[in-house]
């Protein structure tokens, strides 16, 4: 009976350190599922962050290819304007080279004429 009791008692022993180190295993299990789940919360976070990142990268790209295309109107509007002005300079030029050619013709036309000094009539010449 003794030898019973001391088997009952090793056993028993042995269960309540078996379920010592199961209870330390599950503290430890426990912590490592904190920790698993903190970093699973730091994860979502930075992922969340990086999705209103990249929202606001294609918020900025959106109004950067707006600003460009508006730039665009902006450059062929100057095009426009420009090609036009250079029209008209070539106009104005043929408009001076025109003048300047009536202006040589109405200074030969006077030419023919000699005013005398004194005298209000204009001869032939």
Do not use: C, P, Y
């Not at 699973?40 to 990086?50: D, Q, T």
């Not at 450059?75 to 002005?85: I, P």
């Not at 080279?97 to 005013?115: K, M, N, P, S, Y």
Request: no cysteine; hydrophobic share 45%; charged share 25%.
């Amino acid at each position: 009976m003794r030898r019973l009791a001391q088997s009952a008692a090793q056993a028993s022993s042995e269960v309540k350190a078996l379920i010592e180190q199961s209870s330390t295993d599950v503290r430890g299990g426990s912590r490592l599922v904190a920790e698993a789940a903190t970093r699973l919360e730091a994860m979502l976070g930075k992922a969340r962050m990086s999705s209103e990142l990249m929202d606001a990268i294609a918020r900025a790209s959106r109004e950067q290819a707006s600003a460009i295309e508006e730039v665009d109107a902006a450059v062929r509007a100057m095009d426009e304007m420009t090609q036009h002005n250079a029209a008209l300079v070539e106009q104005t030029n043929a408009s001076i080279e025109q003048t300047e050619r009536q202006a040589g013709e109405l200074d030969r036309i006077v030419a023919v004429f000699r005013i005398e000094s004194g005298q209000g009539a204009a001869h032939a010449a």
